[in-house]
């Protein structure tokens, strides 16, 4: 029997749901395009720490309503984007309720595990969004040190991985600590505006070292290219380490 996935709407907006209360992808009637929920546009803050036009090359493990996808195909347009889902009906649920776009030169999406397809692929990616979880919201073989490592090592030498962070009991001691060893402790972690959620970023490559008045200037160029209003993050990313200051070190 398959799982249900349910789409809700309220107060304009609409919901995916995959058979539970949890939240799985969001879309604003009034701004298909825009990300709705807070997880996803702090997601996004590796913005705020390479240089535009970075990233030219983009990774999605889990689709949902293909929020960051959408997102991306539209303000990135130098970025090309491979997204790889596991349920054929949150393709088709994606494309039909959340208006995400058919296949073209710049977005590809692959029916695919996540495991099997990093398995197979020697390509690299400047970034790579990790949002990918089951019915049950448990990230499954995708939480392991093994796995952390391949997407490493399929990262571009100024690469940065950008996970989302979920579990029913809000414990990810496990969870960072596996994704700090698999990034030799080039890891920031942060409680998301989201309730429940956490934000992780793992860098390779060149130092990331802006303090927080960079940090905002680059949050005003990003909204005045995009749209998208990562002032809110930037706070969060300077909180995330005591030990830091007003400084992103990472």
Sequence with gaps: MEN???IREEAGVRFLHFGTDWVQGAM?????HALELPYTREMM???LMRDAPWPRRVLSIG?????LAKFI???LPEAVHTVVEIEPR???IARQYFRFPADDARLQVHLADGLDFMAQTDERWDLILLDAYDHDVRPGPLNSIEFYRCLREHLTDDGLLSA???NRGRRYEGTVARLEYAFDQRLLAFASADHGNMIAFGAVGDAIDHDGAELRERAAAVQAATGLDLRPTVNRLLGAKADAGDRLRL
């Design 4 to 6: 249900p996935i349910d």
């Design 28 to 32: 604003r009637l009034r701004t298909p």
């Design 45 to 47: 803050a590796g913005l």
């Design 63 to 67: 689709l949902g309503a293909g929020s």
């Design 73 to 75: 195909h539209r303000q």
């Design 90 to 92: 949150v393709l088709a």
């Design 164 to 166: 989302n962070l979920f």
